[in-house]
C-alpha cells in the first residue's frame, strides 16, 4: 500500500517547541503494524527527551510514548493482530535474544524491539526518530508487531492508553519489581502518575497502611482517592520520622516497602531509612546523570546493615507487557483499577507545548490528547 498522511507533533532541533507537522508513513514492513492513534497521555519522559535536547535520537523526532489506537495495516508475518483490533503500544517487547530473555526472564530484556523508521517529516522526506519506538503525538505510527498488545473490545482507548506507561510502572513496581504482601506497611515518595499507581498497586495488594508522601496539597489528596490511608506533607515535618511513628506496632517503626517516584536523590535516601527491619526500597524516578546517594550503614534503627534493608531500581514496571497490560485492562473493566480520574485534561496534538507547562507548573496527574475515532 502507498503512504499515508498525517499529522504529528515534532521536536525538530534542540531548544525548540514542539510543533505540528505533516507527515508521511510508510506501510509496514515484516513484523511491524501500522496504528491510527486515537488517544496519547503526555508523559513527563516526553517532556525530558526535550529539555535533554533529544536524549540522543537524531533530530527530527517524533514525541510520545503512551498510546493507544486502531490497527490499519499489518506487514509480513503478522499473524496475531488484524485491522480493526484496538491496541495500546509498549516501548519495551521483549527482544527474545538477550541473556535475560535467554533465561526465561523476559520482564528484564534490555533489547527491546523496535520497527524501522517508517515516518517522514512531508515538507523535506527527513526520517524521525520516535520517543521509545513508539511516536504517539501522532495520527498514525508503526511498531514492531509484538509492541502493539490487543485490548478487549469494551475498554476505552482514551483510558487505555494510561496502561502504556505511567500506570504500568507504578502497579508494575508493587506486582512486579517489588511484589507488595497482604497485610504490609507501604510508604510512597511522590504522588504524581506514577505514585498514585504505586499506591493503587499497594490496594489491590491488599497493604494494610498506605503512607503517601508529598509537598503538593493536592496531590495528597489526590492520593487519599486513590487508596492511601495516611498523607504526610514532607514540606511541613521529617517525613521519615512521621511514617516510622505512624508504623510503630510496639517496635521501632517503618515500612515493609518504600516506592520513591520522583527521581530526587534525597527522596531514595529517605525512602531507605522509612524501612522497617527486612524492608525494601524501589526507587522508580528517573535521575540525572550526575546524581548520586548517600546511605548510612550502622545506625542501628535505619541504617543498611543492622536493618538488614534492601534497595531495588524499577524500569517501566518491569513490565511483561503481553501479560500486563491486559490484566491491566481488565482490572479498569471490572473497577478495581482507577483510571478514568487519572485523566485531568483532554487535549489535541497542538496543545502539547501548554501541556508540558502545566505539568511542570500546575496540579495535572495525566493530560490526554484526544484525536477523532
Known amino acids: ?130 520517543v521509545l519506538r513508539c511516536g504517539t503525538f501522532s495520527t498514525y505510527t508503526v511498531v514492531h508487531a509484538k509492541a502493539a498488545i490487543k485490548m478487549p473490545t469494551d475498554m476505552p482507548l482514551d483510558k487505555a492508553c494510561l496502561i502504556a506507561c505511567g500506570v504500568v510502572t507504578g502497579v508494575g513496581a508493587t506486582f512486579n519489581t517489588t511484589p507488595v504482601f497482604a497485610g504490609s506497611r507501604v510508604a510512597v515518595i511522590g504522588c504524581g502518575g506514577v505514585g498514585l499507581s504505586v499506591i493503587q498497586g499497594a490496594k489491590l495488594a491488599h497493604a494494610r497502611q498506605i503512607i503517601a508522601i508529598d509537598i503538593n496539597p493536592t496531590k495528597l489528596e489526590w492520593a487519599r482517592k486513590f487508596g492511601a490511608t495516611h498523607t504526610v506533607n ?46 525494601t526500597a524501589t526507587t522508580i524516578g528517573l535521575p540525572a546523570a550526575t546524581d548520586s546517594v548517600t546511605l548510612n550503614l550502622g545506625d542501628m534503627a535505619t541504617g543498611v546493615y543492622w536493618n538488614k534493608a534492601a534497595l531495588r531500581v524499577c524500569h517501566a514496571g518491569d513490565t511483561l507487557p503481553s501479560h500486563d497490560f491486559p490484566l491491566l485492562a481488565q482490572l479498569y473493566l471490572q473497577k478495581q483499577l482507577n483510571l478514568d480520574d487519572m485523566v485531568t485534561r483532554i487535549i489535541g496534538l497542538e496543545d502539547v507545548e501548554d501541556a508540558f507547562h502545566e505539568m511542570e507548573t500546575g496540579n495535572v496527574i495525566r493530560s490526554v490528547i484526544k484525536l477523532p475515532v
Open 1 to 130: 500500500m502507498s503512504s499515508r498522511q498525517g499529522k504529528a507533533v515534532l521536536l525538530n532541533a534542540p531548544d525548540t517547541p514542539a510543533v505540528v507537522e505533516d507527515i508521511l508513513v510508510d506501510p509496514p514492513g515484516p513484523n511491524e503494524v501500522l496504528v491510527r492513534i486515537v488517544a496519547s497521555g503526555v508523559c513527563h519522559t516526553d517532556l525530558t527527551v526535550k529539555n535533554l535536547k533529544g536524549m540522543g535520537m537524531p533530530f527530527p523526532i517524533v514525541l510520545g510514548h503512551e498510546g493507544a489506537g486502531y490497527v490499519e495495516e499489518v506487514g509480513e508475518g503478522v499473524t496475531h493482530l488484524a485491522p480493526g483490533d484496538p491496541v495500546v503500544l509498549a516501548y519495551r517487547a521483549p527482544c527474545e535474544q538477550c541473556p535475560a530473555c535467554r533465561r526465561g526472564d523476559p520482564r528484564h530484556c534490555y533489547v527491546a524491539l523496535r520497527p524501522k523508521q517508517r515516518i517522514h517529516r512531508k515538507r523535506d522526506g527527513a526520517l524521525c526518530s520516535q
Open 234 to 279: 514532607a514540606r511541613e515535618t521529617d517525613p521519615v520520622a512521621v511514617v516510622r511513628a505512624l508504623t510503630e506496632d510496639g517496635y521501632d517503626g517503618g515500612v515493609e516497602f518504600a516506592f520513591e517516584a520522583t527521581g530526587i536523590p534525597s527522596c531514595i535516601e529517605q525512602a531507605v531509612r522509612m524501612l522497617a527491619y527486612g524492608g
